[in-house]
């Protein structure tokens, strides 16, 4: 071993290694709800262990765990109290990070992962090979784990919930007549867009058995529903589809797929406005380029670059008007039809 070797490892690259430590911390403090138990009232251990009913010692030591990270806070006497970072693991408040903590800490992610190599052996999705009666997470929650479900479902609306505000204020929506969100699940979009433009007409798109749901419940609803497989056929016709937060469940052919039926209605002078993170080769994007390696790993799909979205769109029949950036992770990309 030549001198250079035996170096003690950098201290930045043990900072890597020990990650998983506070994220597996982070899940269980957000399963065991200990944000929401604090609340604004500051407790000693020994009481937050009582109300919890758990080891008072090893529920100290989560806690310190996270500390070092911001999350959470101890002081001399060993109270704890939330702080601005650890009030994100609270359940009720906007933007909760909570059920997304879940998660990414969840037994059935974790044994995903186990077989992260075989993904990068051969670029496909490995979550097969660790459940291997499930093709997809979305059959595995269905099957085996709704509640697993359940969490993965809130973790998905309260991440992109926080979004639509941010992306509505970034696009001037009032030159349009007919908006279409595609795959919009509850609609947030939709009603974000409709409180800034209520003359806009706005239409949900999505699954018929999602539309039902949407259809069966006592909340009313701003926009008009449609039941459909974008896979299939997109309707109504409009001058604007969005499609926000969707592309990177996919691999690159079902992505032109659902472009070439979009092409297929949108008008001539019609906009395509696709919200995505947009991957940077230049700039370090931690989380961003983390987040590909588990698309990859559950789907086969990816985070991609402005480029590759060019190189998608273009070969659906649209092209590249502008991209805009948001006070948000995703930027839209306003395509047109050629």
């Known amino acids: 071993m030549n001198k250079e070797m ?16 506070s994220s597996r911390c982070l899940s269980i403090a957000a399963n065991m709800g200990i944000a929401d138990t604090i609340g604004d009232t500051p407790y000693p251990i020994n009481l937050l262990s009582e109300k919890l009913g758990v080891d008072e010692n090893a529920l100290f030591r989560l806690i310190r765990v996270l500390s070092t990270q911001g999350i959470f806070s101890i002081d001399e006497h060993q109270i704890i109290s939330n702080t601005e970072i650890s009030d994100y693991l609270k359940s009720d408040v906007t933007g909760s990070q909570r059920n997304f903590a879940r998660m990414m800490g969840g037994s059935w992610m974790w044994k995903a992962f186990n077989s992260l190599e075989y993904s990068i052996e051969t670029g496909k999705p490995a979550f097969s090979i660790a459940f291997p009666d499930s093709d997809n997470p979305f059959e595995y929650f269905k099957h085996d784990s709704p509640q697993d479900g359940r969490i993965f479902n809130h973790a998905m609306s309260d991440f992109s919930y926080s979004f639509d505000k941010p992306l509505v204020d970034a696009y001037d929506f009032s030159s349009m007549s007919h908006v279409v969100d595609l795959g919009g699940a509850e609609g947030c979009l939709l009603n974000a867009i409709k409180s800034e433009y209520p003359k806009v007409k706005t239409t949900l798109f999505d699954l018929p058995e999602v539309i039902l749901q949407k259809q069966g419940t006592d909340t009313p609803v701003e926009f008009n529903l449609a039941g459909g497989d974008f896979f299939q056929k997109i309707e109504p016709i409009a001058d604007c589809y969005t499609i926000k937060y969707v592309l990177h469940n996919w691999n690159d052919d079902a992505c032109i797929k659902i472009l070439e039926n979009c092409r297929n209605v949108i008008k001539d002078n019609g906009r395509l406005l696709i919200m995505d993170m947009l991957i940077k080769e230049d700039e370090p994007q931690v989380f961003e380029k983390s987040l590909d390696i588990v698309m990859l790993l559950l789907l086969g799909a990816k985070e991609r670059s402005a480029q590759e979205f060019e190189d998608l769109l273009a070969k659906a029949g649209f092209k590249i008007n502008r991209v805009i950036p948001s006070k948000c992770p995703l930027s839209i990309i306003e395509a047109v039809p050629v």
């Open 6 to 21: 035996a170096k003690a490892p950098p201290a930045n690259m043990k900072q890597i290694m020990i990650q998983m430590v």
